[in-house]
C-alpha cells in the first residue's frame, strides 16, 4: 500500500481481556517497529523485527506483550490479561533499512476500562 | 542509555514570529537524528535527518541544525498550519531502534 496501514484504530476492552493489533507496512520495507505513545509521554520503543533475524524485544515491558511478523510483512502485537496502564497509542513504523528514516501508521488507540 | 530532552515543551507564537525548537541529547555514537511533525491522531510523519555536526538541512520555514550535543528547529515566519507537535529522536552506535523525546507542542496564532 502506499503507506503503513493499522488496525483497528480503536480498541476497547475490558482489563484482563487479551487484544490483538495489526500493521501492514509499506510493501518492500525489510524493518519493522512497535512504539507506544502514552498521553504527555515520548514515544516507547517495544519491538524491531528485521528479516528473517532475531527480533530485538527488548522494549517489551512484560512477559503480556508479543509480537510476531508472518512472510516478513504484517506484523501482529498481541497484549494478554490487559491492564488499565496498558492503556496508550501503539505506533508501527516500517522503514527500507535499518539506517533509513521511519514510516509510522496513524496507530490503535487501545483503551481498557 | 540513549537520552534525549526537548524544550520547551510548548511554545505559542504568532503568525510570523520566528522561533527556535531545541533538542538536546546524550548517545554513545550518534547514527543520525532524526526530526518528525506530529498532528493530533495522527503518526509521526517525518522532517529531517541530520547525521553530523555541522550538518544543516532546510524545509520550506523549517530548517535543522546540528551540534555534538543539541539539535534546533527553526522555524521562520510560522504560519497557523505549522501547529503540531515536533518530535526529535537519535539512532545510536549499533541500534536499531530511534529513541524519541517528549516532543515540544507548538500553537501558532493568527
Known amino acids: 500500500g502506499a503507506g503503513v496501514s493499522q488496525s483497528p484504530s480503536n480498541k476497547v476492552t475490558e482489563k484482563g481481556k487479551d487484544v490483538e493489533l495489526r500493521c501492514d507496512p509499506i510493501?518492500?520495507?525489510?524493518?519493522l517497529y512497535w512504539y507506544r505513545q502514552s498521553l504527555g509521554q515520548g514515544l516507547e520503543f517495544l519491538i524491531y523485527?528485521?528479516?528473517?533475524?532475531?527480533?530485538?524485544k527488548s522494549g517489551l515491558p512484560s512477559d503480556r506483550f508479543s509480537a510476531e511478523r508472518t512472510g516478513g510483512s504484517v506484523s501482529t502485537l498481541t497484549i494478554q490479561r490487559t491492564q488499565q496502564e496498558d492503556s496508550a497509542v501503539y505506533l508501527c513504523?516500517?522503514?527500507?533499512?535499518?539506517?533509513?528514516?521511519?514510516?509510522f501508521g496513524s496507530g490503535t488507540q487501545l483503551s481498557v476500562l | 542509555e540513549d537520552q534525549v530532552t526537548q524544550s520547551p515543551e510548548a511554545l505559542r507564537l504568532q503568525e510570523g514570529e520566528s522561533s527556535s525548537l531545541n533538542c538536546s541529547y546524550t548517545v554513545s555514537g550518534l547514527r543520525g537524528l532524526f526530526w518528525y511533525r506530529q498532528d493530533p491522531g495522527k503518526g509521526p510523519e517525518f522532517l529531517f535527518t541530520?547525521?553530523?555536526a555541522g550538518e544543516e538541512k532546510e524545509k520550506e520555514r523549517l530548517k535543522a541544525t546540528l551540534t555534538k550535543k543539541e539539535s534546533f528547529l527553526h522555524i521562520t515566519a510560522p504560519k497557523p498550519e505549522d501547529s503540531a507537535t515536533y518530535l526529535c529522536a537519535v539512532r545510536s552506535g549499533t541500534a536499531s531502534k530511534l529513541t524519541f523525546g517528549t516532543g515540544t507542542r507548538l500553537q501558532v496564532t493568527l
Open positions: 541530520l547525521y553530523s
Open positions: 523485527f528485521q528479516g528473517n533475524s532475531a527480533p530485538d
Open positions: 510493501s518492500g520495507h525489510t524493518a
Open positions: 513504523a516500517s522503514s527500507s533499512d535499518v539506517k533509513e528514516k521511519l514510516f
